[in-house]
């Protein structure tokens, strides 16, 4: 019989609606319920796609013993942390703040006022490997509870106070300027991994946020060592395994330093980033490995996480049912054998592709199987024939039972997607992209955004979702919309990201500048959260930094500028010292110190010199620099709808491009040349 989340839109939520577990979604009625009862509440958090969430589930919540002590002796609390990344922020500080790490699922016991007082992520059905069992947990749990009431109420109070005193104040440590963001290159050129690429040892992240920083700091300052870790790190990630070298996109991270072995949940937001920072190191040096892995990782996206709404799904699962066993492993849909091979391709293109590919006998996986790379010393195949190749294995793929799909739509993720296609669609002249990138904005209008501009974090076949955006939703959808206004030429999303940011400002901006990730008239939850580190996307904080800075820079908005610059506070702080996690920020403050550039292009539509300056407009490498193209504009006009373009007039009745930052201006220009020069173009 289903339970309580049967109702609910997540499809982390639905997998788990039949479990004998009586789950109440995250609801003041189940605290109510709680101190009723007199009993703890147990919240568990995870994520549609998560491997170990599944393992977890299977193992204890379908049991139905563990369930039955489960029901009678906590209320159980199941959150989607891709739903309430607020609830699940929270917690996890208490978590690694306990325990040193974290990760998902994540387990939480606490008070009927939300106070926890034990944590955990995964527990095995049996003791193993020095972790207790799921039940002897419970039953520990328990035994404390009941015995120890006044020692619980201390830890839980203790933790509590712990977590209030970590509030951050960076809006005062003063904007970040080149000694800190040469110091940040100094300690990424530490960390870096000089064999393999990357950073730090396994398992390996792709580091997009930090890619994007070591590109605009190579534009603005020359340093050729910063472009090298950033193009060597994107060649060996192409590579390896965690690139689908079939069907495009990126695994979530490789459990290795070498890239070669993935955890094979495939992400929105990874690709989404991934794709943007492999067009911009195409951008920067003309890589056709660049160009073609950010074109098959935006097909990716559009082929495999597009919904029916225009919008993009938020993951692909790891797990997959193996064929033979009929088990859900992770791997399955993407691993393959030399036999698999020549089934599909006969002996002679099956051999061939074993070893373009790196398919062993041995295997480089699980079971004798391979995923598949394109190693360094492969043989050199025929364009022609490798396209064969490719397409009979992605055909046969096909055929294999897929990974499930999370079809929630994520505003923040949606944001970045539509960045990415965006720029990779008026990059390489691919217009069905940006129309893609179009339709998805349109949702999130649509769907998402309300009468007053503000946000819902998610919705699911254009069903909106009962949960109000976050700090990242704002900057990084701010992000996505103006992309798309310096793409289309269309003013309307300039005008909506101007909604956003003065939403940010309103309702996410304490009075030193610093910033919080949930608004003031938010659910208050016992901390209000509040993170400015750059992990597997962007922070909302330093998403709205950015946002705030691109739309002064086309609007000339002081107001929006100030509150950018005090809200780069955090990278003056932890740009030298932690600089793997603070990325985006760093990125942001490249675009800061350039200006950013702003650029305005006028012409008429119909002369094929317009497109020709915009696109050179667009294929500029100066860090953060915005493009408002449209008609010339008298000059005692307005901009219309870019006030960018308020009296830029035509010279010799051509198409003109103006460039300027810190209040100068350089000759405007009728020169595709001449203005990629001034944009420091490295030219294609």
């Known amino acids: 019989m289903p339970n309580r989340l049967a109702n609910e839109t997540s499809p982390y939520l639905l997998q788990h609606a039949d479990n004998p577990v009586d789950w109440w979604p995250w609801s003041p009625e189940a605290f109510a319920q709680a101190r009723e009862r007199g009993v703890p509440v147990h919240l568990s958090v995870g994520y549609a796609s998560c491997h170990w969430c599944h393992v977890l589930a299977g193992e204890s919540f379908e049991d ?69 069992s799921f039940m002897q947990v419970l039953e520990g749990v328990r035994t404390a509870w009941v015995g120890r009431p006044e020692e619980v109420a201390e830890v839980a109070q203790r933790i509590v106070r712990d977590l209030a005193g970590r509030e951050l104040d960076y809006g005062k440590a003063g904007t970040p300027g080149p000694e800190e963001l040469a110091r940040a290159l100094l300690g990424l050129t530490r960390e870096y991994d000089a064999a393999h690429g990357g950073f730090g040892g396994a398992p390996k992240f792709p580091p997009s946020m930090v890619m994007e920083f070591l590109l605009r700091h190579h534009a603005r300052t020359g340093s050729e060592g910063a472009l090298q870790m950033a193009a060597d790190t994107c060649e060996a990630m192409a590579r390896g395994g ?50 073609r892995v950010a074109l098959e990782t935006a097909d990716f996206m559009v ?28 791997g399955a849909y993407y691993a393959w054998t030399p036999a698999q091979l020549r089934e599909v391709l006969g002996e002679a293109d099956g051999d061939l592709a074993a070893l373009y590919f790196g398919v062993t006998e041995e295997g480089t996986f699980e079971h004798g199987t391979s995923v598949l790379q394109l190693p360094q010393d492969g ?56 129309e893609r990138a179009t339709e998805a904005a349109d949702l999130l209008v649509r769907v998402h955004m309300d009468g007053r501009a503000r946000l819902s974090r998610t919705s699911k076949d254009g069903r909106v979702g009962s949960n109000d955006g976050v700090l ?4 990084d959808v701010a992000e996505g919309f103006l992309a798309l206004a310096s793409v289309t030429g269309e003013g309307v999303w300039l005008e909506f990201a101007g909604f956003l940011v003065d939403l940010v400002l309103d309702r996410f901006t304490a009075e030193d500048g610093s910033l919080y990730d949930t608004a003031h008239d938010a659910e208050k939850l016992i901390r209000r959260p509040q993170d400015p580190t750059d992990t597997a996307a962007p922070s ?12 002064a820079a086309h609007t000339g908005s002081q107001a929006h500028r100030t509150a950018a610059e005090r809200a780069l506070g955090v990278v003056h702080a932890l740009g030298p010292r932690v600089p793997r996690f603070i990325g985006h920020g760093l990125s942001v403050a490249e675009a800061l110190l350039d200006g950013p550039r702003e650029v305005a292009v006028v012409g008429h539509p119909e002369d094929p010199a317009l497109a020709l300056l915009h696109r050179t407009a667009l294929l500029g490498t100066a860090p ?17 709808e870019f006030p960018l373009l308020a009296e830029r007039t035509l010279v010799r009745d051509l198409p003109t491009a103006y460039v300027c930052r810190h209040f100068v201006c350089a000759r405007p220009t009728t020169d595709p040349v001449e203005l990629a020069e001034q944009l420091g173009v490295i030219r294609p």
């Not at 993720?413 to 940006?434: H, K, S, T």
């Open 379 to 434: 043989p050199a195949v025929e364009a022609d024939r490798l396209v064969g190749i490719k397409e009979r294995l992605l055909a046969a793929r096909g055929r294999r039972p897929a990974p499930g799909r999370d079809d929630k739509i994520v505003a923040a993720w949606n944001g970045l997607a539509i960045a990415a296609l965006a720029e990779c669609g008026a990059y390489f002249e691919r217009p069905d992209l940006v």
């Open 303 to 330: 082929r495999e996480l597009r919904t029916d709404q225009g919008g993009f799904a938020s993951a692909l699962d790891a797990d997959s049912e193996d064929p033979l066993t009929g088990e859900h492993v992770e």
């Open 624 to 640: 953060g620099a915005v493009v408002a193209v449209g008609l010339p504009r008298a000059a005692d006009g307005d901009g219309g």
């Open 472 to 475: 990242e939703d704002y900057g």
């Open 64 to 132: 139905e013993l563990t369930a039955a002590y489960m029901n009678e002796h906590f209320v159980n609390i199941k959150v989607d942390r891709e739903e309430r990344p607020d609830v699940d922020a929270v917690y996890m500080e208490a978590v690694q703040a306990a325990t040193g790490q974290g990760g998902w699922p994540m387990t939480v016991f606490m008070t009927a006022d939300a106070e926890p007082f034990y944590f955990g992520t995964y527990f095995p059905p049996e003791p193993r490997q020095g972790m207790p």
């Open 540 to 551: 909302g904080w330093t998403a709205a930094a950015g946002a705030l800075l691109s739309y």
């Open 242 to 291: 965690i690139y689908d070298q079939l069907g495009g996109g990126f695994a979530r991270y490789s459990v290795d330093r070498e890239w070669v072995i993935p955890h094979f949940e495939k992400m929105l937001y990874d690709n989404a980033l991934l794709c943007r920072v492999y067009a911009h190191l195409w951008r920067a040096t003309g890589s056709d490995l660049a160009r």
